[in-house]
């Protein structure tokens, strides 16, 4: 009986090392390839809200971090010119119908909106997911807007007495994004000191 | 059970079909069939997990002792899911940010493991082989069938992105059937899973009721 178990445990071991080289292996083939592809992914959200002539650097590789209010860490890459740094992106979140929005916002050194987009969310398909542009432009138009104008209190969506449109079935979404963008241009004029600096 | 190739492929495509038959697998039919292109990426990152981990077992059963072989066959089938989980995201990367979430789930799927239960357990090497592969073929039109209807109904396209899926080369399968913003929504949503799977499950059973054959309650089938 004792010799049985003995068996069985050998079988068992025996598969579990055997398979897990073949799995070690994969992960030593792979592994290089999917952190390059991460990177790529990094730096294909960066191009759509870092517009590629403002800077001559790669924003992906200039990376500062710097604490927000809450005391988390934030992840601000920086697009520089000549030396100046004249674009900034991080990642803002929003809480959305279905969990978190997460979304890059690019803004310039005046505190400029250079693009927001999307970059993960579970938002119902066909009302919430108009936040993506290959859907609807609304994702758009924050372009060029600042923390100025509009005014701060203007910094949110019709229904609550803003200005941003909502969607016709979906206000918890874009009231989401907006609070979310409202809140990384609040972010930047806080730490706007310690984000243009050059080190 | 014969050693019958012709039998294994037609059970594996139509009569014992995964899905409309044995319904096994019914989390990934529900969850990955928003559209026609997520079904056939599913369904074939699940045909690849059914043909290797059914040639592997059948090929390693002398090794596996009776007591310890589910742990075995589940550690096989999870292994396999890894290693194409790991292989999509490095090689086929705009796939796997639409499939990424679900590749881990075909672990759990039970279609694997009912094949090696069933039949990779007890047949040689090749009928094996081919018994997961056609099983994982039947699985995969049953999720593209199944995606197509809810992707026109909700969607209005049809295999709407599926040149990221299979390459440039296949746009032309992309295409809008009704105008946009016409869909019904709910068809792609969690309620359609179960609606056109009901729906698709009917049509199977009014074919077999013309084709005169015996009528077997839903997953009552022998496996």
């Known amino acids: ?199 | 059970m014969a050693n019958n190739y012709r039998q294994i492929v037609k059970d594996g495509l139509w009569e014992n079909n995964g899905v409309l038959c044995q319904m096994l697998g019914m989390c990934p039919t529900m969850a990955m069939t928003t559209s026609a292109t997520n079904g056939l990426g599913m369904g074939l990152a699940t045909a690849f997990v059914m043909a290797t981990s059914n040639l592997l077992i059948a090929a390693l059963r002398g090794f596996i002792t009776q007591e310890v072989r589910i742990p075995v066959y589940i550690l096989i089938i999870a292994s396999m899911v890894t290693l194409v989980d790991l292989s999509i995201n490095a090689y086929m990367h705009e796939l796997y940010k639409v499939l990424g979430l679900f590749i881990p789930l075909i672990v759990s799927n039970c279609l694997p493991l009912g094949r090696a239960e069933v039949f990779a357990s007890r047949e040689p090497v090749l009928p094996s082989f081919l018994d997961g592969l056609f099983m994982g073929i039947g699985f995969t039109l049953s999720l593209t069938a199944i995606g197509a209807c809810r992707e026109i109904v909700g969607s209005g396209t049809l295999f709407a992105d599926a040149s990221l899926l299979l390459g440039h080369s296949f746009k032309f399968l992309e295409t809008r059937v009704l105008p946009a913003d016409t869909g019904i929504l709910m068809a792609v949503l969690p309620p359609g899973g179960f609606l056109f799977t009901g729906l698709l499950l009917v049509g199977k059973r009014i074919l077999d009721i013309r084709a005169g054959k015996p009528i077997v309650l839903a997953g009552a089938h022998s496996v």
């Open chain 1, 1 to 199: 009986m004792k010799s049985r178990t003995m068996i069985h445990a050998v079988v068992l071991g025996t598969f579990c090392l055997g398979f897990g080289i073949v799995l070690a292996g994969t992960d030593l083939l792979t592994n290089d390839e999917i952190k390059l592809r991460a990177v790529e992914d990094l730096q294909a959200s960066l191009v759509q809200v870092i517009p590629p002539v403002i800077h001559d650097n790669n924003p992906a590789k200039d990376v500062i971090t710097v604490k927000d209010e809450a005391g988390k860490d934030v992840t601000v890459y920086r697009a520089t010119r000549g030396g100046k740094v004249t674009g900034i992106a991080y990642e803002i979140i929003g809480n959305g119908y279905a969990g978190e929005i997460h979304l890059i916002l690019g803004v310039d050194a005046e505190g400029k909106i250079l693009g927001v987009r999307a970059t993960e969310h579970h938002e119902t398909p066909g009302l919430g997911d108009k936040i993506n542009p290959a859907k609807t432009d609304w994702i758009l138009r924050f372009t060029g807007l600042s923390l100025g104008a509009p005014p701060v209190e203007k910094w949110k969506v019709k229904k609550d007495g803003g200005q941003f449109d909502q969607f016709s079935g979906a206000t918890i979404t874009p009231r989401g994004v907006v609070g979310a963008v409202r809140g990384g241009l609040q972010f930047f004029a806080a730490h706007k000191a310690q984000l243009l600096e050059i080190n």
